[in-house]
T-cell receptor
Framework: GAVVSQHPSRVICKSGTSVKIECRSL??????MFWYRQFPKKSLMLMAT?????????EQGVEKDKFLINHASLTLSTLTVTSAHPEDSSFYIC?????????????FGPGTRLTVL | QKEVEQDPGPLSVPEGAIVSLNCTYS??????FMWYRQYSRKGPELLMY????GNKEDGRFTAQVDKSSKYISLFIRDSQPSDSATYLC?????????????FGRGTQLTVWP
């Protein structure tokens, strides 16, 4: 149980284009999902917290107009990187809170590696 | 001072060794403590979840929490090459905003045959 998927696993795009990453909780409903960014050999950096049906809460320094988050259902959250630039290249990981399995545990997706040329 | 401190290593041990990983933290309100294992280019996988102080054992893994010292540990017995990964500690408190986790920077572990 508590499986989280992400799609795509890897994406390469040209500078200036937009990229959408999907995060799905496969066997549970997640009212809260989180989006992280991870640089090589670094820890996870929380970008935003996403609640189903409401606006995402962004961490300080994260541009909300650049990283658009939508949490349209209890099993799906999307992150759209708009007008991507090479400095946006990174490993993006989502996680979801699993109710009833430890209210403060998060289960992570496998990550999406974004490369912007 | 960061809220969670973790030595990034790298840590290299022979197969069969006992591995000790640890984190310290500054926020006394933290009550929930987790260890995640992350293989290269993969998402973190929840290994252990502990509430408040005490020990928890699961197979070769033992998690310890000492709230008085603000110190948590993960022990791996009979370590295997397949244990080679980055281990992240994480913690939170019940009142944290929407369940936000605070992570250590991760310790890179290599177990050689």
């Amino acid at each position: 149980g508590a499986v989280v998927s992400q799609h795509p696993s890897r994406v390469i795009c040209k500078s200036g284009t937009s990229v959408k990453i999907e995060c799905r909780s496969l066997d549970f409903q997640a009212t809260t999902m989180f989006w992280y960014r991870q640089f090589p050999k670094k820890s996870l950096m929380l970008m935003a917290t996403s609640n189903e049906g409401s606006k995402a809460t962004y961490e300080q320094g994260v541009e909300k107009d650049k990283f658009l988050i939508n949490h349209a259902s209890l099993t799906l959250s999307t992150l759209t990187v708009t007008s991507a630039h090479p400095e946006d290249s990174s490993f993006y990981i989502c996680s979801a809170r699993a109710p009833g399995q430890g209210t403060d545990t998060q289960y992570f997706g496998p990550g999406t590696r974004l490369t912007v040329l | 001072q960061k809220e969670v401190e973790q030595d990034p290593g790298p840590l290299s041990v022979p197969e069969g060794a006992i591995v000790s990983l640890n984190c310290t933290y500054s926020n006394s309100a933290f009550q929930y403590f987790m260890w995640y294992r992350q293989y290269s280019r993969k998402g973190p996988e929840l290994l252990m979840y502990t509430y408040s102080s005490g020990n928890k054992e699961d197979g070769r893994f033992t998690a310890q929490v000492d709230k008085s010292s603000k110190y948590i540990s993960l022990f791996i017995r009979d370590s295997q090459p397949s244990d080679s990964a980055t281990y992240l500690c994480a913690m939170t408190n019940r009142g944290s905003t929407l369940g936000r986790l605070y992570f250590g920077r991760g310790t890179q572990l290599t177990v050689w045959p």
